[in-house]
């Protein structure tokens, strides 16, 4: 069954994202990457932990927040690029920091290795919201859109609401970021896919 025909504006939006597919493919890369270091590593430290984390917020935060000056988008979803953008962005900054003063005597290192997760987890919800919302804008695409924000949910709330040890909340914020990196690089060559199908 053919997809009901888009809209002048929804196919400004598709245009719009799909000039930038690359982004999606690069923040999934470093996702997959960070995801199966946390993974094959469990036993790494707050510190570690701490660095690789603000690696992939950081590279994700910067590149929302490129995407977000990108021809075409509306208002509502360039807000949420760049809110979300400089959400990760100030995450990654204080993850940074936590790394540089491991020695915190305020927290031990199952409380610091508990706030990254914690953290992380209101990020993966944010992102969630995010998926939703150009779901919501776009007919091409928009079922890959909702099960990307299904899956950012679960992962926030997981790692938010149940509490786990230091270790173990390593091994899942990797579990996630490898399922989340997978379906970033798909997405991204999809929207390089509905650009080619939108020139033609």
Do not use: C
């Not at 979803?77 to 936590?98: E, T, V």
């Amino acid at each position: 069954m053919s997809s009901p025909a888009m809209t002048a504006e929804q196919k400004g939006v598709v245009s719009a994202i799909s000039r930038h597919w690359w982004v999606l493919l690069f923040v999934g890369l470093v996702s997959l990457i960070v995801g199966i270091l946390m993974v094959a590593w469990p036993g790494v430290g707050a510190v570690v932990a701490a660095v690789l984390l603000a690696i992939y917020l950081i590279v994700s935060g910067l590149f929302s927040v490129v995407r977000a000056f990108a021809s075409g988008l509306s208002g509502g979803m360039r807000a949420l690029l760049i809110i979300g953008g400089g959400i990760g962005i100030f995450l990654g900054l204080w993850m940074i920091r936590l790394g540089h003063n491991p020695s915190d005597p305020t927290l031990g290192r199952e409380e610091q290795i508990a706030v990254l997760g914690l953290f992380l987890g209101i990020w993966f919800i944010f992102a969630a919201v995010n998926s939703f919302f150009g779901a919501a804008e776009l007919k091409e695409g928009r079922g890959w859109a909702i099960f990307s924000g299904v899956v950012y949910l679960a992962g926030g709330v997981v790692l938010i609401s149940v509490p786990l040890a230091a270790a173990a909340v390593i091994w899942v914020i990797g579990i996630w970021l490898v399922v989340i990196g997978i379906f970033e690089i798909i997405n991204s060559f999809m929207i390089k896919g509905m650009a080619k199908k939108l020139s033609a």
